[in-house]
């Protein structure tokens, strides 16, 4: 099949009959008979892409929406970004792969990274190069650990969501992804994280650090607890697919103070809440905390290309030469559209955007807070969560926030769904969207929950 460009369409939401159309549903089937049952996007959001640029994609069909997905998260300067684009057309013709080299193109991106973290922090911080992924990342920094403390134990949470690999699903609390896979990664135990809306241990929200981190507190502390000490604890400050929802302040600063007074390294798992989403740079920021251990990914190179770090503690660094490798951890292009992202959102002040258009969001989304059927609306800069619950038993509404997930796509606006049984409506713009824009996808979803439910 020979690739033809695709016009750019006008950029204004524009679906033209049902989805999806003749050309989507052609390559669709094309994905049905050729790729993995693994494949998922595809299965609720229906449409082959064609194109995109900033905050708009199309289809094949030339329908046009507003993306509140932007790659789940990757695309934190909008799809295509003329100067990221740029930059890294430019390296390719100086060097696309370096495996742990040292280059121009890392030099400047690991000089970028490490200029984005708190002072104090920088200045004690390594950096280590991974495998593509999140997942890649996740798994480089449990072996860190392990390795630094000579320990093998490690403490999660309920609703965490850490990858896909071994290792990593080990750690996510998730079980459905984890039943059928036999043999997992053992030495992982799960506490209760600070999800007020279904307070994990069934008390008041009021009490929640109490009640949370007082668990893990008595169990870490108790000779009798059944809890070797950890080689690590792994933490998001705002769970993802969990269904967005920021940890409790009091909880994080609680579970830091108790990780540093029995000396277990406190990692936080970064991947999706970095690089600016939550309106500073790293989401523990928001907490006044240093980790011993961040995890970045998705967001590094601003427009997609694939390219994951852990930062740590020089006290941890007790690797030997080859410890963690992974062939494609040197990706030159990513490094150089990663610099140029960091100059980008230093210039054009992206996270003041972010926490300008995160308060438009917040009073947008505050016209759900009379809606019975609408347990929660919460989030941090451009990561907010619609939880949908029936008001009389208190079940995830999964159902209900499936139809308008389809709505809102059939009047072109892209959202994801996370969180139990899929029940909570997330939007995860690119930093770069507009006042306009977001003023457009509020009105779409606003009209697709008024519209399409609630069940009865």
């Known amino acids: 099949m020979t690739r033809t460009p695709t016009a750019r369409p006008a950029l204004a939401p524009r679906v033209e009959g049902a989805l999806p159309g003749p050309r989507s549903a052609e390559f669709l089937e094309h994905q049905r008979q050729w790729e993995s049952s693994a494949r998922a996007y595809p299965r609720h959001l ?12 199309w289809d094949m069909d030339g329908n046009v929406f507003v993306d509140f997905l932007a790659g789940a998260g990757v695309l934190s300067l909008g799809h295509n970004h003329p100067e990221l684009v740029h930059a890294a057309t430019e390296q390719m013709h100086v060097l696309t792969h370096g495996l742990d080299f040292p280059t121009a193109a890392k030099r400047e991106f690991v000089d970028a990274q490490l200029s984005m ?29 392990k390795t630094a403390t ?47 809306a279904r307070c994990p241990v069934g008390l008041s929200p009021d009490t929640c650090a109490t009640n949370c981190v007082g668990l893990l507190e008595r ?43 029995l000396d277990i390294p406190l990692v936080v798992d970064e991947v999706q809440t970095g690089c600016g989403r939550t309106g500073t740079w790293f989401a523990f920021e928001h907490y006044d905390i240093e980790p011993d251990v961040i995890i970045a990914s998705k967001a590094l190179s601003g427009m997609g290309l694939p390219v994951a770090v852990i930062f740590y503690d020089r006290r941890l660094d007790g690797w030997a030469p080859g410890a963690h490798t992974g062939t494609f951890r040197g990706n030159q292009a990513a490094f150089a559209a990663g610099a140029a992202a960091v100059r980008i959102i230093r210039r054009d002040d992206v996270l003041g955007n972010v926490r300008q258009r995160g ?80 003023d457009l996808a509020c009105a779409i979803l606003l009209d697709a929950i008024e519209r399409c439910g609630p069940p009865q």
Request: include cysteine; charge should be neutral.
């Open 150 to 196: 000579g320990r093998g134990d490690l403490v999660s949470f309920q609703g965490g969501f850490h990858g896909s690999s071994h290792a990593a699903m080990a750690l996510t609390g998730l079980v459905a992804q984890k039943r059928p896979i036999a043999n997992g990664v053992p030495g992982v135990h799960f506490f209760p994280y600070s999800y007020c």
């Open 359 to 438: 308060r438009q969001l917040a009073q947008r989304l505050g016209a759900l807070h009379g809606d019975v059927w609408v347990r929660e609306v919460r989030g941090l800069g451009l990561m907010w969560g619609i939880e949908l619950a029936d008001p009389r038993d208190g079940r995830p509404a999964g159902g209900y926030a499936r139809a308008v997930q389809a709505y809102a796509l059939q009047h072109g606006l892209i959202v994801e769904l996370g969180g139990r049984d899929d029940s909570v409506i997330r939007l995860m713009p690119p930093l770069t969207v507009t006042a306009e824009e977001i």
């Open 219 to 261: 169990s870490l502390r108790d000779p009798n607890g059944g809890i070797p000490l950890p080689a690590a604890l792994i933490l998001e400050l705002v769970q993802g697919e969990g269904g967005i929802i920021p940890a409790d302040r009091d909880f994080v600063r609680r579970v830091r103070a108790l990780t540093a007074e």
């Open 117 to 145: 973290l708190p002072p104090g922090l920088s200045s004690r911080m390594r950096m280590h190069f991974c495998g593509p992924g999140g997942a890649n990342a996740v798994d480089a920094a449990i072996k860190l650990c």
């Open 46 to 57: 229906p449409i082959a892409i064609a194109g995109a640029e900033g905050s708009y994609l």
